[in-house]
């Protein structure tokens, strides 16, 4: 059974840093994007980062600049760097991996992590 779990949430200061990681278990054949998305109250969820198979990344907007995605294949773990943390950064962070199949997409979640960014 496949499971994505999340870790490294917590509480910090405008302008501090959180380092969440993503390690899977199981197998999962087929990854081609591993993410980052987050929902904020009463918002819809937000994809942040990608890091597809080859290596290449994409962020939002809202982060450019100040969130790094990365991945280490050997522990099965992909991590979100955040520096100059904000207060609208405030949001549960959910792992997510993409597969293809030969019926499409196959998307796994995590459960997800609260950062919380307040003085």
């Known amino acids: 059974q496949v499971q994505l779990v999340e870790s490294g949430g917590g509480l910090v200061q405008p302008g501090g840093s959180l380092r969440l990681s993503c390690a899977a278990s199981?197998?999962?054949?087929?990854?081609?994007?591993k993410n980052w998305y987050r929902q904020a109250p009463g918002k819809q969820r937000e994809l942040v980062a990608s890091?597809?198979?080859?290596?290449?990344?994409n962020y939002g907007d809202s982060v450019k600049g100040r969130f790094t995605i990365s991945r280490d294949n050997t522990k099965n773990t992909v991590y979100l760097q955040m520096n100059s943390l904000k207060p609208e950064d405030t949001a549960v962070y959910y792992c997510?991996?993409?597969?293809?199949?030969?019926?499409?997409?196959?998307?796994?979640w995590g459960q997800g992590t609260q950062v919380t960014v307040s003085s």
């Open positions: 997510n991996y993409r597969a293809s199949s030969s019926t499409g997409w196959v998307d796994y």
């Open positions: 199981g197998m999962i054949f087929g990854i081609y994007f």
């Open positions: 890091i597809i198979s080859g290596g290449s990344t």
